[in-house]
């Protein structure tokens, strides 16, 4: 599959193939823009935000679910990289494992109930337990810390004798994560279950008529994405090393589906461009905590009703390399009919009405 | 992201400086103080020529948020001190004269912000001193970049208290300060303060918010009263630190008739939730952390008129923001007027801690010779003394600042005062 991806990117036209390129390759330079380690730090999580956003974008955007159960996924990554650390000393990549696994598990009980529902309820019901893992961090002190929190220092992460002892070196392992992410939403896009997840987004009764096993598909979308979920969670740890559950708030989510709208809901590099532009932003303006959400607010206004295909349409739009709808220019026949002549019965427009029992 | 690249090309351009002499720093230029405060902004001091170099100070501190006016408070101090000792020559270190100037980060009171603000500040601006964050989860977001690089911090986080008290500490606090008390040892003294002004309460009900702070000294009072203290404690309220109306918690306490209400810790609400309790009458008598004059004063215009409730303010240092007859605390906040051009804010008296801390610091560094090996200031730091604005100080060997602490009761506008001498250090 990963080489239909790169067969995919390479067989794209060419302004797309130079886009998708460019798409890729921004991150991996973007710390030869950063001279100071504030702005790497901002870099590190700019690329743990991304690795989010793919995990909320499997069900967003494949599935039409708008969960904000995420915030509290990646707290239950964050918390079992600190406790495994803390208590049995784990390496990092076991730790990973484990968080992905328990993100998995956390998501699929979390689906169960939820996927009884749908749209505002489904919401809802997310939000509800999305406050509830917070709570549970909170209020399980023995374990958690509570208000409190934990704090736990491991060792620098490294693979293969590499360590990845700078932030810089750091980013890059973020950084790989989040094309991990990426390749798990192509992955997805190009499988049955991503296009299961796409008809049942379209229509769910009619995917359902059709045989798709809508419960079981949103599950398994709702699993990979919880796995994913939690691996950023503890990733956010290894940079983040002291946590409290106020980082875990369930409208941390809405920020990262802002993020993918900013970006592009409909394409692959959306999550990865909007995660770094909604990290940096803030810190590149000055934005305090209340101008943040006043700026959110108003990007979501701007980029739902002008620009819903994000920053990379927009742009692409602009270089004039995006696919350009001919004008809308209605029929004759809806012409007439918006000049006020009375609408052409079926049969005038030459279809056959047969009745009587079916053959 | 090209344009966002093009800017970070740009603000990158500020090369890391781990130096004493950084030319990026702020002045210490009082007019610059709260462009400084609310943006970081940096730039060159004349007086920094009559230098041999300068020392700098981080400041990590939730200038925006639920506790400002803390913060605030916290920079006012720091700020004061660094004008007067630049004023006064600055500091001496090996027959050479240095100036502090102050490089002020506002972590938005978001931990991801301070950890990031941390990074800045001992990465690329090279300090070796940051005050601040106050707060619990900036300041444990920020220990794990400080502690690594040796760089002393000075926070008001409670959770600072076990490992700062505990026989073997975590390295991770090797160089964490606390900027006052340990709470346990602020409340053994809180409740004797209390039992002198305000001697008729025998029960007590507790508002606490839900963050670390709140529920940290929630957990401490019911552990200290279950010791028997002598106070009763009848219910405790956990509510949202960003709600703005009590009522729900503040009727469930009138129902636990209790002589006296805490509220810990939300600072900035002070007012909003004593003119609540006041307009419910849900206790005779109302006590809030960081409850100052200007508190009372507040709630008294808010209402139009005196309340019939007591106000009791517990402060670890003098209540700067209110009018009490002595020289000293009058003479700070008319200091923090004319010299930072700005009024103290309603929780004034951290001020008094946080310019305390950094005379202490200069002296220490004076005798340390040193404004960049952290072990040697430290150990000239411990057991330094320091008579100031509330009496003697000085930092003990667990790190945490011993000190008087005070209590008003104010009724009908008259205010009764209770002064108790720092605890004995063990």
């Given at each position: 599959m990963t080489r239909a991806w790169v067969a995919a990117v390479l067989r794209a036209p060419s302004p797309h193939r130079i886009g998708a390129i460019v798409m890729l390759a921004l991150p991996v330079l973007l710390p030869l823009a950063l001279g100071t380690s504030r702005l790497q730090a901002v870099a590190v999580l700019g690329a743990i935000t991304a690795l989010f956003a793919y995990s909320l974008n499997v069900v967003f955007h494949y599935g039409g679910l708008l969960s904000v159960a995420h915030g509290g996924l990646w707290g239950v990554g964050a918390y079992t990289m600190a406790l495994t650390v803390k208590h049995w000393d784990l390496a990092l990549w076991p730790a990973l494992l484990l968080a992905a696994a328990l993100g998995a598990v956390v998501a699929v009980l979390i689906g169960i109930p939820s996927f009884r529902t749908a749209g505002i309820y489904f919401l809802v019901l997310t939000f509800a337990f999305g406050e509830f893992l917070r709570f549970l961090l909170q209020e399980w002190r023995s374990l958690t810390g509570g208000p409190n929190g934990l704090v736990v220092v491991a060792e620098d992460p490294s693979l293969l004798g590499f360590t990845f002892d700078s932030l810089t070196r750091l980013y890059f392992l973020m950084l790989a994560f989040a094309y991990l992410g990426l390749l798990c939403n192509f992955l997805v896009g190009r499988s049955r279950l991503g296009r299961r997840l796409l008809a049942i987004r379209e229509d769910e009764t009619l995917a359902r008529a059709s045989g798709v096993p809508t419960f079981r598909t949103k599950l398994t979308a709702f699993a990979i994405s919880g796995a994913l979920a939690g691996i950023a969670g503890a990733l956010f740890q290894v940079h983040q090393r002291g946590l409290t559950p106020t980082l875990f708030d369930p409208f941390l989510v809405l920020s990262v589906v802002l993020a993918i709208i900013l970006g592009?809901?409909?394409?692959?590099?959306g999550p990865l461009i909007g995660a770094f532009t909604l990290t940096f932003l803030p810190e590149l303006l000055g934005l305090s905590p209340e101008d943040s959400r006043l700026a959110y607010g108003a990007l979501l206004v701007v980029f739902v009703l002008?620009?819903?295909?994000?920053i990379l349409v927009a742009g692409s739009r602009l270089a004039g390399l995006g696919r350009r709808h001919p004008p809308y220019s209605p029929s004759p026949e809806a012409r007439a009919v918006d000049a006020g002549a009375p609408r052409p019965s079926m049969a005038d427009r030459g279809a056959e009405i047969v009745t009587g029992e079916r053959p | 992201l090209l344009a966002l690249l093009a800017v970070a090309c740009g603000s990158g351009t500020t090369e890391p400086d781990s130096g004493d002499a950084g030319g990026d720093t702020e002045a210490a230029d009082p007019a610059t103080s709260d462009a400084a405060a609310t943006e970081g902004s940096e730039g060159d001091t004349e007086e920094a020529e009559e230098f041999a170099g300068q020392i700098k100070i981080g400041a990590n501190l939730e200038l925006t948020g639920p506790i400002q006016p803390l913060a605030q408070a916290g920079l006012d101090g720091v700020e004061l001190a660094v004008a007067e000792i630049n004023e006064a020559g600055g500091v001496d270190i090996g027959g050479e004269a240095y100036e502090f100037v102050t490089v002020v980060r506002d972590d938005q009171a978001d931990a991801a912000r301070s950890a990031t603000n941390a990074q800045e500040l001992v990465r690329d601006e090279g300090v070796k001193v940051i005050i601040g964050p106050l707060g619990t989860a900036g300041n444990q977001a920020q220990l794990p970049i400080t502690s690594a690089e040796g760089v002393m911090t000075f926070s008001n986080d409670p959770t600072l208290d076990k490992p700062l008290s505990d026989d073997e500490a975590d390295p991770l606090y090797e160089y964490a300060f606390k900027t006052q008390e340990l709470a346990r040892r602020l409340f053994e003294n809180y409740f004797a303060n209390l039992d002198q002004v305000y001697p008729e309460a025998k029960t007590l009900a507790v508002l606490a918010s839900d963050d670390a702070s709140g529920q940290g000294v929630a957990t401490l009072i019911d552990s200290l009263l279950a010791e028997g203290d002598g106070l009763e404690l009848l219910a405790t309220e956990t509510f949202p630190i960003d709600a703005a109306d009590m009522t729900p918690f503040l009727t469930r306490i009138r129902e636990s008739e209790a002589d006296i209400v805490y509220q810990c810790c939300a600072v900035a609400q002070n007012v909003a939730i004593g003119q609540q309790l006041v307009e419910l009458d849900a206790a005779p008598a109302y006590w809030a952390a960081g409850l100052t004059g200007a508190t009372y004063t507040g709630v008294v215009e808010a209402l139009g008129s005196d309340p019939e409730q007591i106000f009791v303010g517990a402060l670890s240092g003098p209540d700067v923001g209110m009018d009490v007859g002595d020289e000293r605390r009058e003479e700070l906040a008319q200091k923090i007027t004319e010299v930072l051009g700005r009024e103290p804010t309603s929780q004034a008296f951290v001020s008094a801690h946080t310019y305390q801390i950094m005379y202490l610091l200069a002296e220490a560094m004076e005798m340390a010779g040193t404004f960049e090996d952290t072990d040697a200031i430290i150990e000239s730091l411990i057991g330094l003394e320091r008579d100031d604005i509330y009496g003697t100080a000085f930092y003990t060997p667990q790190h945490f600042l011993a000190h008087p602490s005070e209590m008003l009761r104010i009724e009908d506008g008259e205010v009764t005062r209770a002064v108790i001498p720092a605890l004995p250090v063990e």
């Open positions: 592009g809901t409909g394409s692959l590099y002008v620009l819903p295909g994000g | -």
